[in-house]
């Protein structure tokens, strides 16, 4: 059963909104999933279906700035938000209505793709006693850069924070498209499937260039995933998995890849493993043969799918 609903954000009273999905029969946990940059929810929609038929019940929302999850159309890539922690804040309000409305007993799993890796560490930071597994797809690298772009975002902001960060834009992704053949679009990095990176070329709610408010968000959460301060690490066995495409150019070589999960073994999680699949790009949830990823992820979760 799918069900569709608006949540108040605590953070700032912004609509937030959320797709629902519930299997027929006694569900054996939760997973809540947070989107990627410049895209819908609705895009894991395939997920969502794979997961209610083998017993999860499964939520997504609309980030901040995306989807529905705007005031008007023309503020797509804008966060209403200048501190990076709205997001946040945002994915943890809904796993607190989602554990209100079905109970505290049922294991709470969270995925978080690209954008929304970065999102659910940083989620990590404060919550991981509140989850019984985590799931990091195509998780960005650490980037050096990140502090002083974002000292460039907040002055861009402060000439126009709604203005579209054309530059960012091409600084952050540019190099992403020298590997494309010349027939390639420009977004074909995210995909080997090219039905599906024709679909996100034409959808008005996908690819779109984030504002210059919303790259100094996307800066903020790249810096604070890879800051060493403020882990609390009150689940220190939480069990962590990372997936990637071998062929995404966003999570940088094999050695970066690595690093990404040493990161959070140094903060002190002791259950982080990882797995690159072959012939993949970007969105490995919308490659052909999905169904390897959809098995290694059904797998996981029945590992950590125990009652509390």
Not at 226 to 245: C, D, E, M, R, T
Request: with cysteine.
């Amino acid at each position: 059963m799918k069900k569709t609903v608006y949540l108040t954000s605590k953070q700032d009273g912004l609509k937030l909104h959320v797709l629902l999905m519930e299997p027929e029969q006694s569900p054996k946990g939760i997973v809540q999933i947070c989107h990627g940059m410049a895209e819908h929810k609705e895009r894991y929609e395939p997920l969502m279906q794979m997961l209610c038929n083998n017993g999860y019940i499964s939520v997504i929302h609309d980030h901040r700035g995306h989807g529905k999850s705007v005031k008007n159309a023309s503020d797509l890539g804008y966060f209403y938000d200048d501190s990076g922690k709205a997001i946040i804040e945002d994915a943890h309000q809904v796993t607190t209505w989602m554990k209100e409305r079905y109970g505290e007993e049922l294991p709470y799993h969270l995925f978080g793709h690209s954008m929304g890796s970065l999102v659910v560490r940083c989620y990590l930071k404060k919550y991981d006693d509140e989850l019984d597994s985590l799931i990091v797809c195509g998780s960005p690298s650490e980037n050096k850069a990140a502090k002083a772009a974002e000292f460039l975002a907040k002055t861009a902001c402060k000439m126009g924070a709604h203005k579209k960060g054309k530059f960012f834009q091409k600084m952050a992704f540019g190099l992403y498209g020298k590997a494309l053949g010349e027939d390639e679009s420009e977004n074909g990095w995210i995909s080997y499937n090219k039905e599906n990176v024709k679909a996100y070329d034409e959808n008005p709610l996908d690819g779109f260039v984030f504002s210059n408010n919303g790259f100094l968000n996307l800066f903020l959460l790249m810096d604070e995933t890879y800051n060493k301060k403020g882990w609390q690490v009150k689940h220190p066995s939480l069990p962590i998995l990372f997936i990637a495409g071998a062929d995404d150019p966003c999570i940088g070589s094999k050695k970066q890849y690595a690093q990404a999960m040493t990161t959070l073994k140094k903060r002190g999680y002791n259950q982080v493993r990882g797995m690159l699949f072959l012939n993949r790009r970007h969105e490995i949830l919308n490659e052909d043969d999905v169904e390897k990823v959809y098995d290694a992820v059904l797998h996981f979760l029945e590992q950590h799918s125990k009652k509390r």
